[in-house]
């Protein structure tokens, strides 16, 4: 192993414990004390504005959260704990950590092994076992969000029902835990476990909606927490809520039927590249070899990806929308 080798080993060793230092640390500790002292302030407050303000204020920061702090947590760790139970998934973070440093090491390996580039397998190997993980817990998570706000809005008449016919609000949370399945019923079950223990319904209900991070939630725990504050008819209100996200829904559907055509062609465009270079090295694998070879020639493959992603994402944002 010549010196070349030895230093690209040494900075992808380094750039491996640069993301668990990444994934482990936590914010600056003057910022989370300033953070504390600000919850603590609104939570204890007597006024019915400063409480109405600290919850719009959270339900602010989970629709757009922090790339590091997710749905009110204070750490990277603890914002990857909350998105793993966010996808429904039973993985813990040592497994997590685990599977994506075992799948970028077998994925180096497997890449060396072929072709003898070290550089090429390295950067494979960083690309699969970061992204792929990610991509997978991302994806269940957006899968249980969309079961959630399909029975969200029944999940809401029934409250509605309940109400009208004499319930009060904590048995009417109860009856949806039991009656409505999904994701809906494991939630309102968790908030009426909170209850048991002794929460108030607004905390266990703001808890649900930091780690949910969903504005259909945070609409409904607004709602609950207006309505306590000024009074009014409960059941009215929730039913032009459930409306409203009825409306929501069938708006989302719009556009994604809009921007189908779109999407398609971001796929085709983004995909055919690697298609095409795949297709050529099965056909003809000593003219592509080259890229193997040649550390020109696996830079200028590298810097074409970074710009393809780029590229990418530039398309995955013209076509994403937000209601």
Known sequence: MNYLQVIIVAAGLSGVALLLWALFSGPSPRKEATRRLKSVRYR????????????????????????????????????????????????????????????????????????????????????????????????????????????????????????RSGLPVSETLALVSQEVPGPVGEEFKLVTDRMKVGKTMEDALQA????????????????????????????????????????????????????SESKASAYIVGSLPFIVFAMIYWINPEYIGEFFIDERLMVAGVGGAIWMGIGAFIMAKMVSFEI
Do not use: C
């Open 44 to 163: 204890h407050a007597s006024s019915a504005t400063d409480r109405l303000e600290a919850q719009m204020r959270r339900a602010v920061a989970a629709r757009k959260p922090r790339i590091h702090q997710i749905a009110g947590s204070a750490s990277r760790a603890e914002a990857l704990a909350v998105r793993l139970d966010r996808s429904g998934l039973k993985w813990t973070i040592p497994q997590y950590v685990y599977g994506s440093l075992g799948l970028g090491a077998f994925v180096t390996l497997l890449v060396f092994l072929q072709t003898g580039a070290l550089l090429l397998a390295l950067a494979f190997g960083i690309f699969v076992g970061a992204g792929l993980p990610h991509f997978v817990v991302n994806t269940f998570i957006k899968r249980r969000n969309n079961a959630f706000t399909a029975k969200f809005a029944d999940a809401i008449d029934l409250l509605v029902r309940g109400l």
């Open 208 to 259: 649900t909606a930091d780690r949910l991070a969903m504005p259909e939630f945070n609409f409904f725990v607004i709602t609950l927490a207006i309505q306590r504050e000024t009074g009014g008819n409960l059941a009215e209100t929730l039913a032009n809520l459930s409306d409203v996200l009825r409306k929501r829904a069938q708006m989302k559907l719009k556009i994604r039927a809009m921007s």
